[in-house]
């Protein structure tokens, strides 16, 4: 996989997934990479998204440009605590000989997707719990409990996660919703990548807003 913070060979658009990774009934856009020894199982990559390495993922609709770093966790397994056992022998039972599988267990777990908006960010062994939806442009601290929804362009620390601020002013959070930069295609990407590298988000807003 090429690391992120290094240039990236663009003769291609077609996914780079790392040998030791492990994908599953997964769907992915253009310039998606999926880091070693990372696990994806039932997911949507849209455009330029990423994880890197010891990552797991299930049940995620994971938006363009997403960055998820190391060791995190989205959506990680609920146990039925309705039932009188927790362990997954009651919903994995072919694994000990005990008869099929339990599949309206996982009928049950897919139920409560994560969302990933667009552009965000999840830091380094943060985990991201069943059901919920993180909004536009969020940055989720490293090692934080994503407990309830995060709006668009918060900050989200700690555990349980918390917001602690909102990475732009009101105006401009809503200007850049208008602008939808992560629906542009890739060339007026690339034209527009010197703007989105030098001015200020009040700046950008000014050129591009079509308000």
Same mark, same amino acid.
């Given at each position: 996989?090429?690391?992120?913070?290094?240039?990236?060979?663009?003769?291609?658009?077609?996914?780079?997934?790392?040998?030791?990774?492990? %994908?599953?009934?997964?769907?992915? #856009?253009?310039?998606?990479?999926?880091?070693?020894?990372?696990?994806?199982? /039932?997911?949507?990559?849209?455009?330029?998204?990423?994880?890197?390495?010891?990552? /797991?993922?299930?049940?995620?609709?994971?938006?363009?440009? =997403?960055?998820?770093?190391?060791?995190?966790?989205?959506?990680?397994?609920?146990?039925?605590?309705?039932?009188?056992?927790?362990?997954?022998?009651?919903?994995?039972?072919?694994?000990?000989?005990?008869?099929?599988?339990?599949?309206?267990?996982?009928?049950?777990? &897919?139920?409560?997707?994560?969302?990933?908006?667009?552009? %965000?960010?999840?830091?380094? #062994?943060?985990?991201?719990?069943?059901?919920?939806?993180?909004?536009?442009?969020?940055?989720?601290?490293?090692?934080?409990? %994503?407990?309830?929804?995060?709006?668009?362009?918060?900050?989200?620390?700690?555990?349980?996660? &918390?917001?602690?601020?909102?990475?732009?002013?009101? /105006?401009? =959070?809503?200007?850049?919703?208008?602008?939808?930069?992560?629906?542009?295609?890739?060339?007026?990407?690339?034209?527009?990548?010197?703007?989105?590298?030098?001015?200020?988000?009040?700046?950008? =807003?000014?050129?591009?807003?079509?308000?």
């Amino acid at each position: 996989m090429n690391d992120p913070g290094s240039a990236k060979d663009l003769s291609s658009d077609a996914p780079s997934i790392h040998p030791t990774a492990s %994908v599953r009934d997964t769907t992915f #856009g253009r310039f998606n990479e999926v880091g070693a020894r990372t696990k994806v199982s /039932e997911c949507t990559f849209g455009d330029y998204a990423y994880v890197v390495h010891d990552a /797991e993922i299930i049940y995620t609709t994971i938006g363009p440009f =997403c960055s998820i770093a190391a060791q995190t966790r989205i959506n990680p397994g609920n146990h039925p605590l309705d039932r009188i056992m927790l362990n997954h022998v009651s919903y994995r039972s072919s694994a000990y000989g005990l008869g099929p599988d339990d599949a309206g267990f996982f009928d049950w777990r &897919r139920a409560s997707p994560v969302v990933l908006g667009p552009d %965000v960010w999840v830091g380094h #062994g943060a985990v991201i719990l069943p059901g919920r939806t993180i909004g536009t442009g969020a940055a989720i601290g490293a090692g934080a409990i %994503v407990t309830k929804d995060v709006p668009d362009f918060a900050i989200v620390v700690g555990n349980p996660g &918390r917001v602690i601020r909102s990475r732009f002013p009101p /105006e401009i =959070c809503a200007a850049l919703l208008r602008i939808a930069f992560w629906s542009w295609d890739h060339a007026t990407l690339a034209e527009r990548l010197p703007d989105i590298r030098r001015l200020s988000a009040m700046d950008f =807003c000014r050129r591009y807003d079509p308000a």
